[in-house]
């Protein structure tokens, strides 16, 4: 089940990216599981990594190898997340980066493995180890789309991006696939994403830009509001386009990189969103006139998590009592109910610090009908806004959480 139109996009090729994805028989036999990709020589890779105190091995490997050495690999695993694994989990994601390296020649620092998965259950590495021969040969240019169907876990549909634009008379690309459907929270989500360009940028000012870019997406986003053990998401830079490395934000190449890359970003994530276990709604929860960035944060997440508020959206129920419960339980110090506002879509709910005159319990039902929803909601406090996209809560969605390991 998803919601709203994400088709995966055709994926131009990024210079100085190869791809492919595999199978190993990790959990289902004839699946497709192990995704690789080559980065040419000279690439600049940065990553955002999940903030769980139980992160697993394979992050904590991304963490040591992204300080010691330059990334020329990227392995990814579907269907075990090799955390809470020990030390053990920790060898074997070494062991996957140290196959590579003796089939490629490369030094075993210099590849990065990722997980996803059920927790607690050992890495079979031997299956995994056994298909790198077979990935090293096919990895091509054009394997984007294998790669993004290659990281789907519970996910109904891949996830892609690909947008090209002209700078100086050379074509700069940037291409990303994410995968991501349950276990979805802030800091980052369940969720594994990968955006390449072959522009040249500092390792710096990437690293920045990868931050950025994850807090104005990945970090916006919440289905049920866990935040995963394996959450990662890199950002590659090739440097294959024949242009000068950017080194300041205050080049006219890293503001147009920029923006495309920050649209990569939200679309990516946005794209989780629509994909989330047994969505009907896609829903945005816009916060303004906040008094700073972290109230429109509590107030937007306070809404965004209510199992009570998911519930009503699943039945398309306007009880809209649910959401002005949450705004003042969101812990906003001293706010006044009077100034609030809220609409679902263009429709006033509530203002005055009570139901809007003109609203009718036919304009919330229209509303809520629909596929996409929006709840603004203005705080009366200040100039300061952010947004949170997230979903309904289903009965599919229990459904597939209860049978995740069956």
Not at 72 to 95: H, M, P, W, Y
Not at 100 to 119: D, N, R, Y
Not at 302 to 319: E, G, M, R, W
Request: hydrophobic share 40%; net charge negative.
């Amino acid at each position: 089940m998803a919601v709203g139109e994400y088709p995966f996009p055709q994926m131009h090729p990024v210079k100085g990216v190869k791809c492919t994805a595999v199978s190993a028989g990790i959990k289902k036999v004839g699946r497709r599981d192990v995704v690789l990709f080559e980065l040419a020589e000279g690439s600049n890779v940065a990553g955002v990594f999940t903030k769980n105190a139980f992160c697993a091995a394979p992050v904590t490997v991304c963490k040591e190898h992204l300080k010691q050495a330059p990334i020329r690999f990227l392995v990814i695993n579907s269907g075990n997340a090799n955390a809470c694994t020990g030390e053990q989990g920790l060898l074997d994601a070494k062991a996957t980066c140290a196959a590579i390296a003796q089939l490629s020649g490369v030094k075993p620092e210099q590849v990065l493995p990722f997980s996803t998965g059920v927790i607690g259950e050992p890495l079979p590495v031997q299956k995994i180890t056994a298909v790198i021969p077979e990935a090293l040969q096919k990895a091509h240019e054009d394997g984007w789309d294998d790669a993004g169907a290659g990281i789907m876990t519970t996910d109904t549909r891949a996830k892609g991006f690909s947008q090209q634009f002209e700078y100086q008379g050379k074509i700069i690309t940037v291409n990303g696939i994410s995968k991501g459907a349950g276990m979805i929270k802030p800091n980052m989500a369940t969720m594994l994403g990968y955006i390449a360009t072959d522009a040249k940028i500092s390792r710096d000012l990437l690293q920045n830009l990868a931050r950025e870019a994850a807090d104005k997406s990945f970090n916006r986003i919440t289905i049920d509001g866990d935040t995963s053990t394996n959450d990662s998401c890199i950002l590659i830079a090739t440097g294959q386009v024949d242009l000068p490395e950017i080194t300041e934000t205050t080049s006219e190449l890293y503001a147009r990189l920029r923006e495309v890359i920050i649209a990569a970003h939200v679309h990516l994530a946005k794209a989780i969103v629509s994909d989330g276990e047994g969505a009907t709604k896609f829903v945005t929860v816009a916060v303004s006139g906040g008094g700073n960035r972290d109230e429109c944060l509590d107030v937007a997440y306070a809404v965004a998590h209510s199992p009570l508020i998911k519930t009503a959206l699943f039945a398309s129920d306007p009880n809209w009592g649910r959401i002005v419960a949450a705004i003042g339980y969101a812990g906003v110090p001293n706010l006044d109910a009077t100034k609030v506002r809220v609409h679902l879509n263009e429709t006033l709910i509530v203002e005055n610090g009570g139901r809007a005159k003109t609203y009718t319990e036919e304009q919330g039902q229209a509303v809520m009908n629909q596929a996409e929803i929006a709840i603004n909601i203005y705080l009366g406090r200040g100039d300061f806004s952010e947004t949170v996209w997230t979903t309904d809560l289903s009965y599919e969605y229990v459904r597939i959480n209860a049978d995740y390991r069956s």
